[in-house]
């Protein structure tokens, strides 16, 4: 399982360790993430996600790809699609930056 801190997580999301505290807690309370104080320093906290989380986490990406590539294949022309093909390592490039 793998763990990461506060901090790890806010540069990640590129945002403040503090404006992670309520959603932490809320998955914390919802039983998705464990929080543990890091036993080499006490005063980091280590999150962990949990088996649900994992779980909720797997659906929830399948059920956003099963959703776009049905929007893809229904709102967009073969042109278009064959672009959106195109430009996907633009995109994967410009995520990596």
Known sequence: METLTAGDLASLQRTQPQSLTRVLAELEAEGL???EQ???DRRR???T???AGTELLVRT???RDTWLASAIESALTPTERELLRLATPLMDRLADA
Do not use: S
């Open 33 to 35: 993430l464990t929080r």
């Open 38 to 40: 890091d036993p080499d």
């Open 45 to 47: 906290i280590i999150l």
């Open 49 to 51: 996600i949990t088996r």
């Open 61 to 63: 990406m399948r059920d």
